[in-house]
């Protein structure tokens, strides 16, 4: 059952990094989602070494893009860097939304198109794939200017799948009537970087961020996106992304065993 399983560290948001390895370890998941922010806290090369000595596998590494503020091509070259220091093949870009003060949407696309240009060799490089994650169009304004698959599919077909590929993520996808023609062209293309999963419940909460429900708890046909996944022969990880108050509020293990109960009933 959890051969695939893979804990996103965001899941579990305030279980410190050396607890979080442990109870993964000893729980049997064999793949974890690392944030940049608690490395940093812990320490790069404390997080690689640990992430070694348990025996595990980082599936992804959160975040890079951000392509609004201006710092954005060196830290972004950073964020590939410390993937290719923890192991991960993937590093998860969230495109970023308009710079304050701005209204040009298509003038933000463009920019992260001519920051992949300069980004994908250099992920290439280091040995990292670049997975461009669409958000759900509420995101487009502050955190994501790439809200469908397609679109991020556009974006990333000047370049290699080994440079640049495309995240699918239940959560930000569900509700988009071409997805299923997306996850057959992101299959053909050979760019599926990674899988995520989350459910959708409503009513969102004030400021919409941690709205994301549990598995199960909502009206995503997750075992079908899963299904459509595998269907393209994507084999990869299958990770647990919810960003969600009362999960947070848990004890890291009764919250990986809740995931990893709500994944057997409603994802595998």
């Given at each position: 059952?959890?051969t695939?399983f893979?804990?996103?560290?965001w899941?579990?948001r305030?279980?410190p990094?050396?607890?979080?390895l442990?109870?993964?370890?000893?729980?049997?998941v064999h793949?974890v989602?690392?944030?940049?922010?608690p490395?940093?806290?812990y320490?790069l090369?404390?997080?690689?070494?640990?992430?070694?000595?348990h025996?595990?596998?980082?599936t992804s590494?959160?975040?890079?893009?951000?392509?609004?503020n201006?710092?954005?091509?060196?830290?972004?070259r950073?964020?590939?860097?410390?993937?290719?220091?923890?192991?991960?093949?993937?590093?998860?870009?969230?495109?970023g939304?308009?710079p304050?003060?701005s209204?040009?949407?298509?003038g933000?696309?463009?920019?992260?198109?001519?920051?992949?240009?300069?980004?994908?060799?250099?992920?290439?490089?280091?040995g990292?794939?670049?997975?461009?994650e669409p958000l759900?169009?509420?995101?487009c304004?502050?955190?994501?200017v790439?809200?469908?698959?397609?679109?991020?599919?556009?974006l990333a077909?000047?370049?290699?799948?080994?440079?640049?590929?495309?995240?699918?993520?239940t959560?930000?996808?569900w509700?988009?009537?071409?997805?299923?023609?997306?996850?057959?062209?992101?299959?053909?293309?050979?760019?599926?970087?990674?899988f995520?999963?989350?459910?959708?419940?409503t009513?969102?909460?004030?400021?919409v961020?941690?709205?994301?429900?549990?598995l199960?708890?909502?009206?995503?046909?997750?075992r079908?996106?899963?299904?459509a996944?595998?269907?393209t022969?994507?084999?990869?990880?299958?990770?647990?992304?919810?960003?969600n108050?009362e999960?947070?509020?848990?004890?890291?293990?009764a919250?990986?065993?809740?995931?990893?109960?709500?994944?057997?009933q409603?994802?595998a």
């Open positions: 059952m959890t695939r893979s804990l996103n560290q899941t579990t305030h279980w990094v050396p607890d979080l442990a109870g993964c370890a000893s729980a049997g793949g989602g690392l944030w940049r922010e490395v940093a806290e320490g090369a404390r997080t690689a070494k640990l992430v070694r000595d025996g595990l596998a980082v590494l959160c975040r890079g893009g951000f392509f609004q201006p710092d954005a091509l060196d830290d972004n950073r964020a590939i860097e410390e993937a290719a220091a923890l192991g991960t093949p993937v590093l998860c870009l969230v495109s939304g308009l304050d003060g209204r040009d949407l298509d933000a696309r463009s920019r992260v198109a001519d920051l992949l240009a300069e980004l994908a060799p250099y992920a290439g490089e280091h990292v794939q670049l997975a461009l759900h169009p509420m995101y304004s502050d955190r994501c790439v809200s469908t698959l397609a679109q991020a599919l556009d077909a000047p370049f290699s799948p080994t440079q640049v590929g495309v995240m699918v993520d959560y930000h996808l509700w988009d009537p071409d997805v299923w023609d997306g996850i057959a062209r992101a299959g053909a293309e050979g760019r599926i970087a990674l995520q999963v989350a459910d959708w419940v009513p969102l909460p004030e400021g961020l941690t709205g994301r429900g549990m199960g708890d909502g009206r995503i046909e997750l079908r996106f899963r299904e996944v595998d269907a022969g994507y084999t990869g990880p299958v990770e647990v992304e919810i960003f108050d999960l947070w509020a848990m004890p890291g293990p919250a990986l065993d809740l995931a990893l109960s709500r994944y057997a409603h994802v």
